[in-house]
Nanobody, 122 residues
Framework: QVQLVESGGGLVQAGGSLSLSCAASLSTFSRYAMGWFRQAPGNEREFVAAISWSGGRITYADSAKGRFTISRDNAKNTVYLQMNSLKPEDTAVYYC???????????????WGQGTQVTVSS
């Protein structure tokens, strides 16, 4: 069973930065794509960023392009999301997930973590 544990959330002022981490218990972590999603109150969960197993292919939601950077360290079974120039509309619970199909298709992500709260004040 895959276990994902997110950390690094918190309260930050608009324009600030946060770095999220997601540690995976999956022994074959390095074989699979990973992604970050977020869900704000009253909204559906939405895609933020994804990275292929090797890190060679990366995709971002339009809202994240130019501000967020996804990366991974397969030796540590960890995926990261560096968030800069944060805006109040980035406030949400951020989740990581794994894509066992390696297609980076949003519909294929699963095995969600418990999430970490990010709050951006104006």
């Amino acid at each position: 069973q895959v276990q994902l544990v997110e950390s690094g959330g918190g309260l930050v002022q608009a324009g600030g930065s946060l770095s999220l981490s997601c540690a995976a218990s999956l022994s074959t972590f390095s074989r699979y794509a990973m992604g970050w999603f977020r869900q704000a109150p009253g909204n559906e969960r939405e895609f933020v960023a994804a990275i292929s197993w090797s890190g060679g292919r990366i995709t971002y939601a339009d809202s994240a392009k130019g501000r967020f950077t996804i990366s991974r360290d397969n030796a540590k079974n960890t995926v990261y999301l560096q968030m800069n120039s944060l805006k109040p509309e980035d406030t949400a619970v951020y989740y990581c997930a794994t894509d066992l199909t390696n297609t980076l298709s949003v519909a294929n992500f699963g095995f969600w973590g418990q999430g970490t709260q990010v709050t951006v004040s104006s």
